[in-house]
């Protein structure tokens, strides 16, 4: 199974400054079709997963443009820009290059 | 709008069976691919497994394949998860997901989630 790895576990943001999660996966996500297979999600306090980023750079329909991702075959970085209250949950990155499909262990974002 | 809602949760005692279901609206449940996912108390997010948008193939983790079985009915629009011998690490809330593409667009839901726990 691919093991995506992320890092911090927490990370404490004042608003308005930036903050950054890391995703390692332990195998390539290159798939054939030259498309990068990771995915970011958030999940706001109380609420369902919902879909932030997708093919690693690609921001889904409705997320504003603070959001952004990176990265390399392996490595990955998500990225929020000028951090806003509503930014607060638990982000996961997920991969659907082959199965099982796995996901990291997440990584809160908090208000300071 | 797209709703996902799921149903059929609650306390069940270890070595017991347990059904969830799924209701889908808002689209052509009979056109994608559907899976399962569940949460545990602990929020680690694990993939269960999918089936094909006709119910003729399905894919498991493979830690679960043997306990667990996804199937569908695409004339009511519901998906379920048929869970057996269940165990205590099997507590968690289980989502029902569509993860799809229209042609490059993604088409991504969850459904609010059930709660499931194991105990005696």
């Known amino acids: 199974d691919i093991v995506l790895t992320q890092a911090p576990l927490s990370v404490s943001v004042t608003p308005g400054e930036s903050a950054s999660i890391s995703c390692r996966s332990s195998k390539s996500l290159l798939s054939s079709k030259g498309i990068t297979s990771l995915y970011w999600y958030l999940q706001r306090p109380g609420k369902s997963p919902q879909l932030l980023i997708y093919?690693?750079?690609n921001l889904a329909s409705g997320v504003p443009d603070r959001f952004s991702s990176s990265g390399s075959e392996t490595d990955f970085t998500l990225k929020i820009s000028k951090v806003e209250t509503e930014d607060v949950g638990v982000y996961y990155c997920?991969?659907?290059?082959?199965?099982?499909?796995?996901f990291g262990s997440g990584t809160k974002l908090e208000i300071k | 709008e797209v709703q996902l809602v799921e149903s059929g949760g609650g306390l069940v005692q270890p070595g017991a069976s347990l059904k969830l279901s799924c209701v889908a609206s808002g689209f052509t449940f009979s056109d994608y691919w559907m899976s399962w996912v569940r949460q545990t108390p602990g929020k680690t997010m694990e993939w269960i497994g999918d089936i094909k948008y006709d119910g003729s193939y399905t894919n498991y983790a493979p830690s679960l394949k043997n306990r667990f079985t996804i199937s569908r009915d695409n004339a009511k629009s519901t998906l379920y998860l048929q869970m057996s011998n269940v165990r205590s690490e099997d507590t968690a809330t289980y989502y029902c997901?569509?993860?799809?593409?229209?042609?490059?667009?993604?088409?991504?839901?969850w459904g609010q989630g059930v709660m499931v726990t194991v105990s005696s």
């Open positions: 997901t569509i993860g799809a593409f229209i042609t490059t667009v993604p088409f991504d839901y």
């Open positions: 093919q690693m750079s």
């Open positions: 997920g991969h659907r290059l082959e199965y099982p499909l796995t």
